[in-house]
Structure formats: C-alpha cells, structure tokens
C-alpha cells in the first residue's frame, strides 16, 4: 500500500444513498441464523467441485527479501497438493492474483515472480489471471507489467465456460477510469447473457469502500460507479485486495446485492481503523493466506481461506466452534435474499463474554507502567479486541485507556495475552478492567483487578 493513496471516505453518503435506491435487502435476523445453522450442518461430501482455482493478493515479491517468493510457491504447492488429493475432483483450474503482485514494479522484482510462477505452475492445467495494482507503479509501471506477464491491463477471460474480468489500475492513474467502468459494465452484460445462471468472477486491487474488512481504510477511488456496476448483477463474486486484512476476519466476505471478498495477502497484515494507536500489529509479517474457490454442477460456490505458514485450512476465529474448518458457501448466487453473510450477522451475534473465573493478572509493576495478562474471551463469531482502562483510585482524572487485537489472526490464537501500558504515575493506586470487543465492536462485560505502582 502507499500511504500517498489513502484519501478521507467522502463517498459515504452517496454509498448510503445507492443503498436505497439500488434495492438492497437485508435479511432477517432469524432467517441468517437458520440459514447459517444449515450451512454447518453440510459436510464436504454434500459438496462435489466441478471447477476449482486460487485467489491471492498483495504478493509483494521483493527483490531484497525472498520471504514472499517462498510464500507463494508454498501457494502453488499446497494449492495443487489439495486438488491433486480431492476425491472427486483433482484440478487446478486458475490462480487469479489481484494486485501488487510485485512490491515496486522492478524488472529484477518481475523476473523472481515470473521464476516462482514457471517453476511451479502446471500450464496445461491452470490458467493464470492477473492484475496489477499500486505497487507496481513505482518503478516500471504499466509497460512493465504488459512486457513481462504478457497480459493485456483488463481482461475478458473464460476457463471451462467461467467468466473472470479483471481491471488494472489505468494508463494515467494507479485506479480506474469511466472508460474502464464502462468497458466492466459491457462485459458483465456479456458475461450474464452466456450464462445467467453461473457466477462471474471479478477482480481489481482495491476493495469496493465499506464492504469487506479493512474496506474503509483502504479501497480503489471508483467505489461508487464500480459498486452501481456489480449491483446490477447478483452473480458478481467480486475478489480485491490492498488492505492486507486477515481474511479469517468473519467481515472478509460481504453481501448484499452482490459479493465482495477480501483475498489477503502473503506480506503482512494491516487492521481497520477502529481500535488501537496501531494499524499494523506486532507479528503483522506472519501472514500468508489466500483463498481456494470450488464450484459444483448447481452453481454453488465454496470459499476456503487457507493459511500458508500451517499448510492447512484455515479455522473459524469463533471461540465456540471448536476446531471447525472456515468455509463461506452461496447456494444461490442469483437471489440476493439467500445471502448469509449481510449486515443481519450483527443482530444474530451477541457481546463476547469472559467465562466464570477469569480475571486479570499484573505480572509486572514499576512506577511509571504494569504488565498485565488475561485470558481470552469467548464469542460465537470473533473475539475481535480488548479495551483496557486504568484509573486511579484517588484521581478520577488520572487515567489510561488502550486497545489491543485479540491476535484471533493467528493460527494458533494465543490463548491468554500479555500487554504492558506506560505512562502510569509512581506510588498510585489503579483499578484496571479489562472489556472484550466482537468483530462488530460490541462490548461484554469486563474483569478487572487492582495493583499499586511503587514509589520512583
């Protein structure tokens, strides 16, 4: 990502507005969990894949740290060792790659992605999709990218009766243009008459604003006429990237009168802007997942984020799930009012909750800042963070307020957390609670403790 690209989300109010006038629908609270009940209930024996491909984001090949090459052709080896061991169904059949494929667009960055990508990919069973996105730009730019992928910027492409349409940044700027939107518009117009019944699989580098995780952070700047575009046409799974969002993030998938999915990256994580002083988290470099995509003879389409440093797939970040495996599954991707993954979950997820016993331990005292640590919480969906505040007992303006991540983007979650906080006053007396946050930022009930600081 640049930091030159972040701009303030003025489209706000026009997004709300098309909201109403583009007939979106929203299902009911008790009609989303039933229908998410249905969802778990189904095994992978109910499901037999006709068409499989992978869908990554955010490679940044570098060519001063090989972290990412060797990433993405564990990407290749894992992605090809699960279909080769399917039982009914053993191909490959595309990666799409979504953006900053490259971390600046050198020709020396370009030709260790090109040496992972031919040394690994079977070409005779996989087609390869790509865009560019802003990272590319740095150095050699669109001819860069055209000369060594050998791909035209946007593309039309149809792998066994499937459509991808896939738009780069444009010739004078790192995001879209009416032309380019226009030029979408006719063919997903082209796309749904050869098969109205069939998903239409669409990729650029930026997320459509206020849709997936990390959308409102990070997102192309043609949000609104890209988003009148793909709501006319339920079909459109549409796959992004730019955020670095963890895509175990149970908002990674959004629906309502289309589909938006988040694909990740191989580099490092970044967060919303809604907790914490910090965007990018301690560990952030442990991230490499991407998402493997079936779809059966009905036109059903399975998700399957994986998660490349285990080389398994990934788990549910609910805390009462067990150890089920994350699956996103549209049964219909023609009618709106089956989605399962809108803004309903919200009502249908209650407050995280600390189990009886829990409480707050200060593992470390001085003057001046504590360590403390606690166990996680608990929740049906995702223990998202962590509000703590410390206030002195003596001087209610004395106080200390901060926000961590529950780390639920790391396989396996830590199950109890550590956080020291500075800054405190020598010889004070603090009460200090701590409030779990879901992924909606609801809060439950806290537990707390009281410590002293010692004399400086």
Not at 135 to 163: P, S
Not at 259 to 274: H, I, K, P, S, W
Request: proline share 5%; net charge negative; hydrophobic share 35%.
């Amino acid at each position: 990502m640049n930091i030159l690209k972040r701009i303030v989300p003025i489209l706000s109010l026009p997004l709300a507005f098309l909201m109403l006038v583009t007939g979106f629908s929203f299902v009911s609270a008790d009609k989303q969990k039933a229908r998410e009940e249905e969802l778990d209930a189904e095994t992978a024996e109910d499901f037999a894949p006709v068409f499989r491909f992978a869908v990554a984001s955010d490679v940044h090949i570098s060519a001063g740290d090989d972290t990412t090459a060797k990433r993405l052709a564990k990407l290749f080896e894992t992605a090809y060792r699960y279909s080769d061991s399917h039982p009914t169904y053993q191909t490959l059949d595309a990666l799409v790659l979504t953006g900053d494929n490259c971390d600046s667009g050198s020709e020396a960055e370009y030709e260790i992605l090109l040496g992972v990508i031919n040394a690994n990919i079977r070409p005779d069973e996989t087609q390869l999709i790509t865009v560019m996105g802003n990272h590319e730009f740095a150095q050699t730019g669109h001819e860069g990218y055209v000369r060594y992928m050998g791909e035209e910027l946007d593309k039309h492409v149809v792998v066994k009766g499937f459509h991808f349409i896939g738009m780069s940044p444009s010739p004078t700027d790192t995001w879209h243009t009416p032309l380019q939107i226009n030029w979408m518009s006719a063919q997903l117009r082209k796309a749904a008459a050869d098969d109205p019944e069939k998903p239409i699989f669409t990729m650029q580098h930026g997320h459509v604003w206020n849709t997936v995780y990390v959308s409102r952070s990070w997102y192309t700047q043609m949000s609104l006429p890209l988003h009148m575009v793909y709501a006319r046409y339920p079909q459109v799974i549409n796959f992004s990237g730019h955020s670095h969002g963890p895509i175990n993030n149970p908002l990674d998938i959004w629906q309502n009168s289309y589909t938006q999915v988040g694909a990740g990256t191989l580099n490092y994580f970044e967060m919303e802007r809604d907790i914490g002083d910090n965007t990018v988290p301690a560990g952030s470099r442990n991230a490499a997942q991407y998402l493997i995509v079936e779809v059966d003879a009905e036109n059903r389409v399975r998700i399957q984020p994986y998660n490349i440093l285990t080389e398994d797939f990934m788990r549910t970040p609910a805390t009462t799930d067990g150890d089920r495996q994350l699956i996103w599954q549209i049964d219909d991707v023609c009618d709106p009012g089956s989605f399962a993954y809108t803004s309903a979950r919200k009502k249908t997820d209650g407050a995280p909750w600390f189990e009886e016993g829990d409480a707050v331990s200060v593992d470390a005292a001085a003057a001046w800042s504590v360590t403390l640590s606690f166990p996680q919480a608990e929740d049906d969906v995702c223990v998202y963070g962590y509000r703590i505040l410390l206030k002195s007992t003596s001087n209610a303006r004395n106080k200390i307020e901060k926000e961590i991540y529950s780390e639920y983007y790391f396989e396996p979650t830590p199950q109890r957390l550590s956080v020291t906080i500075e800054g405190l006053t020598a010889g004070t007396e603090y009460e200090a609670t701590v409030t779990p946050l879901n992924v909606w930022l609801d809060k439950g009930e806290p537990i707390g403790c009281s410590f002293s600081t010692p004399q400086e």
